[in-house]
């Protein structure tokens, strides 16, 4: 989706490293989810930020939401095998509040 | 199931032929979704329901697509005459309401269906 870009579309780190993926809308948003996606099967829900200046964290994984409220990070420290996958950002939008508009995707592979 | 579940995982069907994909919500989610995701393609909104009605079906691409739900609880998602480019993972969704309340969206692990 235009309305949500992610950066970058692929990484490959070496495990034990740090590494951010950005989430960046046209528009306001209203609330952000990250999801992670490994090939075949369903998307594992991560986080979800809605205030502005938000910051959550879980294990090794921080997510961030700008002030603006139109930009998302994730963080994740030590990156490890088990991290690998896809990272999804989705988002809903004043006017579409009843469906998420989600990223095209960062493809993470952590290399031991 | 604690989870959300989609029937079939798989499904290969021909040309023309009509495909039913199934949806069981987590147990007392009234809010439903069903996704597209096609190779190499994002993820594609299909249609919202809330409860047994579906305020919001603009995804769905075309005529040939019909969802349903009963009960408040199992959907199915038909596709008529199916094509090729129908192709595609169906993925289906719960919440326990919407996404502006602040609700975690939940999702199975997707129907893939091929169409050839």
């Known amino acids: 989706s235009q309305e949500l870009e992610q950066s970058p579309q692929s990484l490959i780190v070496q495990e034990g490293k740090n590494l951010t993926i950005n989430c960046t809308s046209s528009?306001?948003?209203?609330?952000l989810y990250w999801y992670k996606q490994k090939y075949g099967e369903g998307l594992i829900f991560l986080m979800m930020?809605?205030?502005?200046?938000e910051e959550k964290s879980h294990e090794k994984i921080t997510a961030k939401l700008d002030e603006k409220k139109q930009q998302s990070s994730l963080h994740i420290t030590a990156s490890q095998p088990s991290h690998a996958g896809i990272y999804l950002c989705?988002?809903?939008?004043?006017?579409?509040?009843?469906?998420?508009?989600f990223g095209s995707g960062t493809q993470l592979t952590v290399l031991p | 199931g604690a989870g959300v579940s989609q029937s079939p995982s798989n499904k290969v069907t021909e040309k023309g032929k009509d495909v039913e994909l199934r949806c069981d919500p987590i147990?007392?989610?009234?809010?439903l979704y069903w996704y597209r995701q096609s190779l190499g393609q994002g993820l594609e909104f299909l249609i919202y329901?809330?409860?047994?009605?579906?305020?919001?079906k603009s995804g769905l691409p075309s005529d040939r697509f019909s969802a349903e739900r009963t009960g408040g609880s199992v959907s199915t998602l038909t596709i008529q005459r199916t094509q090729q480019e129908d192709s595609a993972v169906y993925l289906c969704?719960?919440?326990?309401?919407?996404?502006?309340?602040?609700?975690?969206?939940?999702f199975g692990e997707g129907s893939w269906l091929t169409v050839v």
């Open positions: 969704a719960s919440s326990p309401g919407q996404p502006i309340s602040g609700n975690t969206i939940y």
């Open positions: 329901f809330q409860g047994n009605s579906a305020p919001d």
């Open positions: 147990s007392g989610h009234t809010a």
């Open positions: 930020l809605q205030k502005g200046g």
């Open positions: 989705g988002a809903y939008f004043s006017g579409s509040a009843r469906q998420l508009t």
């Open positions: 528009k306001t948003l209203y609330g």
